[in-house]
């Protein structure tokens, strides 16, 4: 099974982007690369995925190398609001007999400062 | 909104004594997860049903069970609680359709405590 390893925490300054990387390097090819983010006692909140490309959309932008075995998520501009856990994940399509993994990575936490 | 539903937000049980807690979603997505988050950990996927079709994960332990009667509501049934199991207990779907994976739309979680 593919696994996930992200550093536990790291700080950004307000206003600053925040990179925050992922390694899976026994992602296979089928298996997609999600970002989730969790603020304290809430549930998570997707944020991006991709397969092979780059993706970017109106949160965040997630740049994927080109032989997928890590990947980095990039918060343009952080705000206080993005101070959170954010988590990498590795999801496979579902399988012919109907299942499917899904693998969280152990998180991030993301301090921003002002 | 459409909506994913955790109901109660918070349950207190006691040692052994069977507990279900409840995920209705307002979004009409065909799969649905349960996940069970320790502190401090990241949430661990526990099973999921995509339509009818139940999904377990090969370590869940037997104490833990769950039904969907209909595509609105999913149930977790824990059947003899111990102190290991306290927890909180995420739900979340997701739309698939033609093998094609979606994003995950989470609740906000059920926070069960075991005396």
């Known amino acids: 099974d593919a696994k996930t390893t992200q550093p536990p925490s790291m700080d950004c300054a307000e206003g600053r982007a925040a990179n925050l990387p992922c390694n899976h390097s026994?992602?296979?090819?089928?298996?997609?690369v999600y970002w989730y983010r969790q603020i304290h006692s809430q549930g998570p909140q997707y944020i991006i995925h991709g397969l092979k490309n780059n993706e970017t959309n109106e949160m965040a932008s997630l740049i994927i190398t080109e032989d997928r075995k890590s990947s980095t998520l990039i918060l343009p501009h952080a705000t206080l609001r993005d101070t959170a856990v954010y988590y990498c994940i590795v999801r496979s399509p579902r399988d012919s007999g109907g299942y499917q993994k899904v693998t969280f990575g152990i998180g991030t936490k993301l301090q921003v400062i002002p | 909104d459409a909506m994913v539903i955790q109901n109660p937000r918070y349950q207190v049980t006691q040692f052994g004594k069977p507990v279900t807690l409840s995920c209705s979603q307002t979004l009409n997505h065909n799969v649905m997860y349960w996940y069970q988050q320790k502190s401090s950990q990241a949430p661990k996927l526990l099973f999921h049903?995509?339509?009818?079709?139940?999904?377990n994960e090969a370590d869940t332990p037997d104490n833990f069970q769950s039904r969907r009667p209909n595509t609105s509501f999913c149930f977790l049934d824990i059947r003899s609680p111990g102190l290991g199991d306290a927890a909180m207990y995420l739900c979340?779907?997701?739309?698939?359709?033609?093998?094609?994976?979606?994003?995950?739309?989470f609740g906000p979680g059920t926070r069960l405590t075991v005396l």
């Open positions: 026994t992602i296979s090819g089928n298996e997609y």
């Open positions: 049903y995509y339509d009818k079709d139940f999904n």
């Open positions: 979340a779907t997701s739309r698939e359709l033609a093998g094609r994976t979606n994003e995950q739309f």
